[in-house]
């Protein structure tokens, strides 16, 4: 059983910072990779940044130079620095871990419940 695990969201105002957490456990094997996507209402669930397991880094352009993503190997845990908010980041902001669970042949991919992000003055 594998519990993917958000928090660090809050109201921030335009131009604030806050850093979101993002904690995998239970049967793992091994991290294929673990991202960010956001969901603003009325909008779809949309890519906001990934980091491989070798350590390789992508970002949507919306998010560049402001936010960072990094990790604790050892805690299965990644981390999103958000930077130079601004209201459109507002969202709720949800994890997706891609795991190896008890064995090593093929990766899955595990969402946590999200947490809400909230821009405004």
Known sequence: QVQVVES?????????????????????????????????????REFVARMARAGSTNYADS????????????KNTVYLQMNSLKPEDTAVYYCKANLYVYSWDNPYDYWGQGTQVTVSS
Request: with cysteine.
């Open 8 to 44: 660090g969201g809050g109201l921030v105002q335009p131009g604030g910072s806050l850093r979101l957490s993002c904690a995998a456990s239970g049967s793992i094997s091994g991290v294929n990779f673990m991202g960010w996507y956001r969901q603003a209402p009325g909008k779809e």
């Open 63 to 74: 998010v560049k130079d402001r936010f960072t993503i990094s990790r604790d190997n050892a």
